[in-house]
T-cell receptor, first 120, second 119 residues
Framework: DAGVIQSPRHEVTEMGQEVTLRCKPI?????LFWYRQTMMRGLELLIY????????DSGMPEDRFSAKMPNASFSTLKIQPSEPRDSAVYFC??????????????????FGAGTRLSVL | AQKVTQAQTEISVVEKEDVTLDCVYE???????LFWYKQPPSGELVFLIR??????QNEISGRYSWNFQKSTSSFNFTITASQVVDSAVYFC????????????????FGTGTRLTIIP
C-alpha cells in the first residue's frame, strides 16, 4: 500500500488567499484525521471523520477552516481566508477504527508526510 | 482528561550509547492504548508501537524496547546501541476507546523528545 498521501508537500501563499490541502487515506481505512503541528501548540487534532462523516470538529480553530470527505478515498482541508498564524505543518492520518479492544492492525493511525503551509 | 508528559525536551548521546525516553500518562479510563511515534528530520510521523492497557508485557524489537508499567503510569522507550539514524523527535501518545463507538480516535500526544545521536 502507498500509505497516506498528502498534497501539496509545501504551500506558500499570501494572507487572504484560499488554501486547500488534500489527503488520500490508506485503502480500506474508515477513519480519517486532520492534525496541525506548530512549535507553540505541538500536535493538535482538528477534525476526524468516520465512514466519511465528520464526528468531531471541536479542534477546528475557527470558521475559516472547513473539511470535507466526499468519499472514502479523498478528503480536503480548506482555509479561507488564510492568515499568517495558520502557518504550520498539517498532517492527515487514517486508521481502521473499531470499537472496543482492537486487533493488531486496528485503531492505529498512520500519518501522511504532511503539508508545510506558509502564509505570508 | 487525558494527558501525556514527556519531561525530556532534548537528549543528546554519543553513538552506540543506550538511551531511554520517558513517557508518563494520565487517564481515568481502564481501557486505553499507548503509542510511540518517530518524527525524523524529514518530517513525517512514523508509527513505532502500540500497547493496550491490559498487556504490561515489555516488548523488544531489534534495538528498540518498551517498558510499560501501570503502577507508575509510564511507558518508556529504550534504544540500545544508538545510531545516527535514530536522531529524531519521538512522541508518546494516549487514546481510549471508551469515549467513543468508533475506535481510539482521540489521540493525545506528548510534547515530544528531540533525540540527537552524536557520531
Amino acid at each position: 500500500d502507498a500509505g497516506v498521501i498528502q498534497s501539496p508537500r509545501h504551500e506558500v501563499t499570501e494572507m487572504g488567499q484560499e488554501v486547500t490541502l488534500r489527503c488520500k487515506p490508506i485503502s480500506g481505512h474508515n477513519s480519517l484525521f486532520w492534525y496541525r503541528q506548530t512549535m507553540m501548540r505541538g500536535l493538535e487534532l482538528l477534525i476526524y471523520f468516520n465512514n466519511n462523516v465528520p464526528i468531531d470538529d471541536s479542534g477546528m480553530p475557527e470558521d475559516r477552516f472547513s473539511a470535507k470527505m466526499p468519499n472514502a478515498s479523498f478528503s480536503t482541508l480548506k482555509i479561507q481566508p488564510s492568515e499568517p498564524r495558520d502557518s504550520a505543518v498539517y498532517f492527515c492520518a487514517s486508521s481502521l477504527g473499531v470499537a472496543g479492544l482492537a486487533g493488531d492492525e486496528e485503531n492505529i493511525q498512520y500519518f501522511g508526510a504532511g503539508t508545510r503551509l506558509s502564509v505570508l | 482528561a487525558q494527558k501525556v508528559t514527556q519531561a525530556q525536551t532534548e537528549i543528546s548521546v554519543v553513538e552506540k550509547e543506550d538511551v531511554t525516553l520517558d513517557c508518563v500518562y494520565e487517564t481515568r479510563d481502564t481501557t486505553y492504548y499507548l503509542f510511540w511515534y518517530k518524527q525524523p528530520p524529514s518530517g513525517e510521523l512514523v508509527f513505532l508501537i502500540r500497547r493496550n492497557s491490559f498487556d504490561e508485557q515489555n516488548e523488544i524489537s531489534g534495538r528498540y524496547s518498551w517498558n510499560f508499567q501501570k503502577s507508575t503510569s509510564s511507558f518508556n522507550f529504550t534504544i540500545t546501541a544508538s545510531q545516527v539514524v535514530d536522531s529524531a523527535v519521538y512522541f508518546c501518545a494516549l487514546s481510549s476507546p471508551e469515549i467513543s463507538n468508533f475506535g481510539n480516535e482521540k489521540l493525545t500526544f506528548g510534547t515530544g523528545t528531540r533525540l540527537t545521536i552524536i557520531p
